[in-house]
């Protein structure tokens, strides 16, 4: 089917936003702007104000961008279109306010948009969820960022909701209840992040950054709140900065270079190695793999030590038996 050229417009703005190429994207909003009003369609006219809110918060013209998402949000009202419209314009309007230091005006439009994908029963909730409780975890307002996550979780059961959104729930509740001080139950959280990660045969980019940014806090958990747990804080810097997109790598590779038990560090990131061990049990960890207890009875062969590379049998994620890598291809 061939486009109109108000699609071919739209189309030259979302290519020149990918490319990062402003004015480029400011030519192609103005023939879209030329074609919306040629047509005189209101649906066009408000998809064509969303639109020009995107341009402006690409090019950090964050006043400009939150007056074209509330006309948007007016006409898309006036319409009465569909739940799942409106609550997009909410979503871009509280990141916009967020930006603009509006905490209290991004709190409202993110509760918005939960409200309204509640009440179409919406399996985005799960993501709109998340977004409010970043905002709330922004603010400081700690319990209430926590029960917004653990509602995400509970949005997500039963629906087939990507699993980089379920992770991102459980890595909100894993930074609340860090913030809280409430640090084992932190670590649970994060921990569960990790066999997110690592149920994925081949984990895409939003996924993997979810997990690398879980390894990163379990590193600060590691090094900050636990006692002893400073390989393990090494080892989970280091997935981090394996994984990590730039701003997480480079946080991680900053916490690096200041662990001396960093300077142990060697191999391969995403094969199964010793992290931490006690009397009778240890963690065993990878880059890509579950953070994962096994105890001392599971194993096999010589004693293992910190960093030992290992062999790991697992049904499902509990570990059956674990031995020192006899280097085996990986996989």
Same mark, same amino acid.
């Given at each position: ?20 190429? $402003?004015?480029?994207?400011?030519? &192609? ?16 006219? #408000? ?23 509330? &006309? ?13 419209? $409106? %609550? ?56 209430? #960022? ?22 991102? %729930? ?14 084992? !139950?932190?670590?649970? +959280?994060?921990? $569960? ?6 149920? #994925? ?6 996924? *993997? ?13 590691? +090094?900050?709140?636990? *006692? !002893? ?11 981090? %900065?394996?994984?990590?997109?730039? !701003? ?25 190695? *010793? ?7 240890? $963690?065993?960890? &990878? ?10 009875? +599971? ?22 038996? *674990? ?9």
């Amino acid at each position: 089917m061939t486009k109109t050229a108000w699609e071919r417009a739209y189309d030259a703005v979302g290519a020149a936003l990918r490319d990062g190429d $402003i004015p480029r994207a400011d030519d &192609a909003l103005s023939m879209l702007w030329r074609e919306a009003e040629a047509r005189g369609v209101d649906e066009l006219v #408000a998809n064509t104000h969303f639109t020009e809110g995107r341009v402006h918060d690409a090019a950090r013209r964050f006043e400009r961008a939150e007056a074209s998402f509330v &006309a948007a949000l007016d006409l898309d009202r006036a319409l009465g279109r569909a739940p799942g419209v $409106i %609550a997009d314009v909410f979503h871009s309007l509280g990141i916009v306010r967020r930006n603009l230091g509006d905490d209290d005006g991004a709190l409202d439009a993110f509760r918005n948009e939960v409200e309204l994908l509640r009440e179409a029963d919406s399996p985005h909730l799960t993501s709109a969820l998340c977004s409010l409780g970043g905002q709330l975890l922004h603010m400081g307002r700690l319990e209430l #960022a926590l029960t917004a996550y653990q509602s995400a979780e509970a949005a997500a059961e039963g629906r087939q909701v990507p699993l980089h959104e379920v992770a991102k %729930a459980y890595l909100g509740q894993g930074e609340a209840l860090r913030q809280s001080k409430r640090y084992q !139950e932190a670590y649970q +959280r994060l921990a $569960i992040v990790t066999r997110l990660g690592a149920r #994925a045969a081949q984990p895409w980019p939003a996924l *993997v950054d979810v997990v690398a940014r879980a390894w990163q806090l379990i590193g600060v958990l590691c +090094r900050y709140a636990f *006692v !002893e747990r400073e390989a393990m804080a090494a080892a989970a810097f280091w997935y981090a %900065a394996e994984l990590g997109e730039p !701003e997480v790598a480079a946080r991680a590779r900053a916490e690096l270079r200041t662990l001396q038990e960093a300077q142990d560090l060697e191999g391969d990131p995403f094969r199964y190695r *010793v992290v931490h061990r006690e009397d009778g049990w240890m $963690i065993l960890a &990878a880059a890509d793999g579950a953070l994962l207890q096994a105890s001392a009875e +599971r194993m096999v062969g010589e004693d293992l030590a910190i960093w030992d590379e290992v062999d790991v049998e697992l049904d499902g994620l509990e570990v059956l038996s *674990v031995g020192k890598s006899a280097g085996k291809p990986r996989g």
